[in-house]
């Protein structure tokens, strides 16, 4: 079973992945957990990226109608007819 983390290189560093000597972006990228990374990391050269935060006011417009109750039943109104 493979791990996934996202990374990013450590403040002015520089690091390439291993088979396509591409660099890892700034940002962070997520990468396959491996001897290569886990010694990268123990050295300093890659942390963690992280998380990107969700939209607050989404979510607690969600959070609000869940928790609202429910509106009260409608009035009814009952027409008696003389005879």
Known sequence: MSTTRVLMPAEG???RF???GK???D???PIV???????RFEA???VDAPAKAAPAAPAAA???V??????PPAAAVVVVKEA
């Open 66 to 71: 869940a928790l609202a109750p429910p509106p």
């Open 44 to 46: 300093g050269d890659v």
């Open 23 to 25: 660099l890892l972006k």
């Open 13 to 15: 560093r520089r690091v």
């Open 33 to 39: 957990w491996s001897s290569y990374w886990h010694r």
């Open 62 to 64: 969600k959070a609000a």
């Open 27 to 29: 940002t962070g990228e």
């Open 18 to 20: 291993p088979v396509t």
